[in-house]
């Protein structure tokens, strides 16, 4: 199974000044999918964030979600003397003298707004569905259920008929060579028939991981709120990886984002 993440290029060093025009979206590889009590958490995670707004402030909105890229560690935000936010690997920090790691040491508020922004256009755009989530899957379950018992029913008759000829052989009214004809006829449609319930079943099963139900619950609660949280982040984004040469790849927790970018 290929899934997709996104990759945002912020290579160009002017994008500070105007940052939204030097991102660009890359597809690369990977796979995770969202564990059904994640998304069971989702409500009660957007209660509780009504709440405890306050006592979160020093807790950075993409907290624990940073990795980098090149060594896999966690990328940690320090505050410089002048205030701003800075990004390291927690790598390279711990170990800089012995070089295992390079700094990742890029604008975490830069950062922080790109992903912003770029999660927001998506959802907005699969909100006003410019963007079609159910492409893949027309079929419901129920759909394939009722396909697969008809395949099944195919079967079965076929099944029937070699029963009826090998009597009819047996009592004479068919010849050995044309039972052999005909039995080696049917097998073939039988073999036809099964590979096809086979190719139906794996598509049903398909189906049961078609989170996009749940993906719209999320981008509503998404686009509801005034400003996101770390919790609504976590529930969204598996891992933003960071590369040293200032290239983003983002990992949702749900298959169907990673497969539409
Ligand atoms: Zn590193």
Redesign the pocket.
Known sequence: MQNKRSRISYKNRKLKSNPQEQWNIVENTHEPIIEKQIFDKVQKMVIVQKYNRSEKKHKFLLDGLLI??????K?GVRTRKNGKLDMV????RRNSKLG???S?GFSYEALEKHILQYIKNLFLAIDSKKIELNIRNKRTKQDYEKILKQKQTEINLIKDNIDRMYVDKLNGKVSEEMYERLFNKLMKEIQQKEKEYNELKSKKEDTSQDDSKEIEKVIKEFLKLEKPTPEMMKVIINKIEIH?DKQLDIVFNFKKLNNLI
């Open positions: 980098c890229y090149e060594c896999k560690h990328i690997c927690n790598n390279y295992l790691c390079t990742h040293q």
